[in-house]
């Protein structure tokens, strides 16, 4: 299975193994290294790429640190500490409610595109071994835990937009593939809602991007960058109406990317409910993505009574924050 230790532990030996792959990035980091002190000498808080590709100069030196977040033990100081504890927590939790908890954590932009901040990177082994080193200490506790990294890298090989090259943002396009990666282990469950099932529709719709990283750019180099269009994949019912979450569902859908898009019927919510043939319920409160674990666990919040999976899809990046 995708999800399993065995899987993630192929992707491993795809490049030697933990420690063989951290020394085979260590040319990739001395340059980012470098990258980052001549873009620390410049105006902005951001840096022009290759390929129009904006990134944001916080992100250089994580990128960078592979070694910061490799360790051979996630007990033995992994920089993820709290919210790998954090993510445990609230699996053991649920799982005493006999709810089953499904983790997807988005790799990080900078880690899918570095080649588009340093071109030779395209001829190294993929950087986002944190990301797959942090997945494993999941599954090794027992956690569900999907790896989306090495089909968001197939993706992004084929052309498909998993990251704009302008805005930061997460497209409607790559919660789509989360909701067709994560709804087959739904199934696996044996989820049944006969009385909420609806017919849903999935349509396309091109609008312009609201380019939010070029304000990050100095004024010259801002006017050399092209538009950029957003594929929304929009969600309707057989009502024609955006999808709306149900109130109570067998299926709760989590963190940041639950409801992003709401407004637009494209959210994380709406795009698994088209895949599960049933509208998923989300959470009524807005929360950072740090903040779930504890509120499930000490709030236990209506939405749980109904529930049997919980899914919490958030952005790598968020690991890093406090809170957890």
Same mark, same amino acid.
């Given at each position: 299975?995708?999800?399993?230790?065995?899987?993630?532990?192929?992707?491993?030996?795809?490049? &030697?193994?933990?420690?063989?792959?951290?020394?085979?990035?260590?040319?990739?980091?001395?340059?980012?290294?470098?990258?980052?002190?001549?873009?620390?000498?410049?105006?902005?808080?951001?840096?022009?790429?290759?390929?129009?590709?904006?990134?944001?100069?916080?992100?250089?030196?994580?990128?960078?640190?592979?070694?910061?977040?490799?360790?051979?033990?996630?007990?033995? &100081?992994?920089?993820?500490?709290?919210?790998?504890?954090?993510?445990?927590?609230?699996?053991?939790?649920?799982?005493?409610?006999?709810?089953?908890?499904?983790?997807?954590?988005?790799?990080?932009?900078?880690?899918?595109?570095?080649?588009?901040?340093?071109?030779?990177?395209?001829?190294?082994?993929?950087?986002?071994?944190?990301?797959?080193?942090?997945?494993?200490?999941?599954?090794?506790? *027992?956690?569900?835990?999907?790896?989306?990294?090495?089909?968001?890298?197939?993706?992004?090989?084929?052309?498909?937009?998993?990251?704009?090259?302008?805005?930061? *943002?997460?497209?409607?396009?790559?919660?789509?593939?989360?909701?067709?990666?994560?709804?087959?282990?739904?199934?696996?469950?044996?989820?049944?809602?006969?009385?909420?099932?609806?017919?849903?529709?999935?349509?396309?719709?091109?609008?312009?991007?609201?380019?939010?990283?070029?304000?990050?750019?100095?004024?010259?180099?801002?006017?050399?960058?092209?538009?950029?269009?957003?594929?929304?994949?929009?969600?309707?019912?057989?009502?024609?109406?955006?999808?709306?979450?149900?109130?109570?569902?067998?299926?709760?859908?989590?963190?940041?990317?639950?409801?992003?898009?709401?407004?637009?019927?494209?959210?994380?919510?709406?795009?698994?409910?088209?895949?599960?043939?049933?509208?998923?319920?989300?959470? &009524?409160?807005?929360?950072?993505?740090?903040?779930?674990?504890?509120?499930?666990?000490?709030?236990?919040?209506?939405?749980?009574?109904?529930?049997?999976?919980?899914?919490?899809?958030?952005?790598?990046?968020?690991?890093?924050?406090? &809170?957890?």
């Amino acid at each position: 299975a995708k999800n399993s230790l065995d899987h993630v532990r192929q992707q491993m030996a795809l490049y &030697g193994g933990v420690a063989a792959w951290a020394k085979s990035l260590y040319p990739l980091q001395k340059n980012l290294g470098r990258i980052h002190r001549e873009a620390e000498k410049k105006e902005g808080s951001a840096i022009q790429g290759h390929g129009q590709y904006i990134f944001q100069k916080v992100d250089l030196p994580y990128v960078r640190n592979v070694r910061d977040f490799v360790r051979t033990s996630t007990e033995d &100081g992994l920089a993820y500490q709290p919210a790998f504890r954090a993510l445990l927590k609230l699996d053991r939790t649920l799982a005493v409610r006999g709810i089953e908890l499904i983790l997807a954590p988005l790799p990080d932009r900078a880690h899918l595109y570095v080649d588009k901040i340093y071109k030779p990177a395209i001829n190294l082994p993929p950087s986002y071994l944190p990301h797959t080193r942090f997945i494993a200490a999941l599954l090794e506790h *027992g956690a569900i835990v999907v790896d989306l990294a090495p089909l968001l890298r197939h993706r992004r090989s084929e052309g498909a937009p998993v990251y704009w090259r302008t805005d930061y *943002g997460v497209p409607s396009y790559t919660l789509g593939e989360v909701a067709h990666y994560v709804a087959p282990l739904l199934r696996d469950i044996d989820l049944t809602s006969a009385e909420l099932d609806v017919e849903f529709t999935l349509f396309k719709e091109e609008l312009p991007l609201h380019q939010g990283a070029l304000p990050a750019l100095p004024s010259a180099q801002q006017a050399t960058i092209g538009p950029e269009t957003r594929t929304m994949l929009r969600v309707r019912d057989q009502d024609n109406n955006l999808f709306s979450a149900a109130e109570r569902s067998p299926v709760l859908v989590v963190g940041s990317m639950a409801r992003k898009y709401e407004e637009l019927g494209a959210s994380l919510a709406a795009q698994l409910s088209h895949a599960l043939g049933f509208p998923a319920s989300t959470l &009524g409160t807005a929360l950072e993505d740090q903040e779930v674990p504890r509120h499930l666990i000490e709030a236990n919040p209506p939405e749980l009574e109904s529930a049997r999976a919980v899914v919490f899809c958030f952005p790598e990046y968020a690991l890093v924050r406090a &809170g957890w």
